[in-house]
Nanobody, 121 residues
Framework: QVQLAESGGGLVQAGESLRLSCDVSGIILTTYAVGWYRQAPGKQRELVASISNGHGYDYKYADSVKGRFTISKDNGKNIVFLQMNSLKVEDTAVYYC?????????????WGQGTQVIVSS
């Protein structure tokens, strides 16, 4: 059974940093694509960052977070991270971790329950 558990969310002020973690069990993370989505109130879920599977990892970021957020993973510990620096009020959302054996997309894969991030001005 595949399980994902996010942690690390919280309330911070604009300009501060947070690191989200996603503990993954039930799969071998090296063979999976991984990603982080977020959903703000009244908005659609959007892709924040992802790493493709395979030997040549392809990193993708939403334009709104480029240069501020970094996705990474520890294959040995089966953990996916999202380092978020220079946080902005508009980064406020519930952040979801997802994994998939092929590609990261909003309509497939395994998902966690989400962790809330609130950025105050």
């Amino acid at each position: 059974q595949v399980q994902l558990a996010e942690s690390g969310g919280g309330l911070v002020q604009a300009g501060e940093s947070l690191r989200l973690s996603c503990d993954v069990s039930g799969i071998i993370l090296t063979t999976y694509a991984v990603g982080w989505y977020r959903q703000a109130p009244g908005k659609q879920r959007e892709l924040v960052a992802s790493i493709s599977n395979g030997h040549g990892y392809d990193y993708k970021y939403a334009d709104s977070v480029k240069g501020r957020f970094t996705i990474s993973k520890d294959n040995g510990k089966n953990i996916v991270f999202l380092q978020m620096n220079s946080l902005k009020v508009e980064d406020t959302a519930v952040y979801y971790c997802t994994v998939d054996p092929w590609i990261i997309a909003s309509d497939r894969g395994y998902w966690g329950q989400g962790t809330q991030v609130i950025v105050s001005s």
